[in-house]
C-alpha cells in the first residue's frame, strides 16, 4: 500500500507538470493569437483535469484505507511539498493565461462594437435612398 501511494503521488506530481507545460503553451498561442491551436491545448488541459481527477480520487482513497510506513512517509511528505510547490506556479501561470486572454476578448469586443456601430451608420444613410423628397431646406440667410 505504501508503495500505491508513492506510485500515485508521482501519477500526480507528472500530470501536474504536464498542465504547467500546457498552460505555458496556451500562453504563447495567447500572445500570438493562434485561436486554432489554442482550441487544441484547452482540449488537452480538459482531458489532464479529468485524468487528475482520477487520480485524486485513488490517492484519498489510499488514504482512507490506513496504515502507512514511517520512512515511506518522509519521502511522501517530499513528494507532497514538491507537487504544492508546482501546482503554486501552474495557477500563477493559469492567471497570467487568463488575464491575457481578458485583454484579447476585450480587443475583440472593442473591434466587434466598432462594426456594430459602422453597420448601424450604413445602414441609416441607405434608408432614405430611392423615397421622394416630401420638403426642402430653405436658407434664410441669402
Same mark, same amino acid.
Given at each position: 500500500?505504501?508503495?500505491?501511494?508513492?506510485?500515485?503521488?508521482?501519477?500526480?506530481?507528472? !500530470?501536474?507538470?504536464e498542465y504547467y507545460r500546457l498552460?505555458?503553451?496556451?500562453?504563447?498561442?495567447?500572445?500570438?493569437? +493562434?485561436?486554432?491551436?489554442?482550441? %487544441?491545448?484547452?482540449? %488537452?488541459?480538459?482531458?489532464?483535469?479529468? %485524468?487528475?481527477?482520477?487520480?485524486?480520487?485513488? $490517492?484519498?482513497?489510499?488514504?482512507?484505507?490506513?496504515?502507512?510506513?514511517?520512512? !515511506? $512517509?518522509?519521502?511522501?511528505?517530499?513528494?507532497?511539498?514538491?507537487?504544492?510547490?508546482?501546482?503554486?506556479?501552474? $495557477?500563477? +501561470?493559469?492567471?497570467?493565461?487568463?488575464?491575457? +486572454?481578458?485583454?484579447?476578448?476585450?480587443?475583440?469586443?472593442?473591434?466587434?462594437?466598432?462594426?456594430?456601430?459602422?453597420?448601424?451608420?450604413?445602414?441609416?444613410?441607405?434608408?432614405?435612398?430611392?423615397?421622394?423628397?416630401?420638403? +426642402?431646406?430653405?436658407?434664410?440667410? %441669402?
Amino acid at each position: 500500500m505504501n508503495f500505491a501511494l508513492c506510485e500515485v503521488l508521482e501519477q500526480k506530481k507528472s !500530470l501536474w507538470e504536464e498542465y504547467y507545460r500546457l498552460v505555458l503553451e496556451q500562453q504563447k498561442l495567447l500572445k500570438s493569437k +493562434a485561436i486554432d491551436e489554442l482550441q %487544441r491545448v484547452l482540449d %488537452r488541459k480538459d482531458e489532464l483535469i479529468k %485524468r487528475l481527477e482520477d487520480t485524486e480520487r485513488q $490517492w484519498e482513497a489510499l488514504l482512507k484505507e490506513g496504515t502507512f510506513d514511517d520512512g !515511506l $512517509w518522509g519521502f511522501i511528505e517530499e513528494l507532497k511539498s514538491e507537487l504544492y510547490t508546482l501546482i503554486k506556479r501552474a $495557477w500563477e +501561470a493559469e492567471k497570467t493565461s487568463l488575464e491575457m +486572454a481578458e485583454g484579447f476578448l476585450a480587443c475583440y469586443k472593442s473591434k466587434l462594437s466598432g462594426l456594430q456601430q459602422a453597420r448601424e451608420l450604413i445602414h441609416a444613410y441607405h434608408e432614405g435612398e430611392g423615397l421622394p423628397v416630401l420638403g +426642402a431646406f430653405l436658407d434664410k440667410s %441669402r
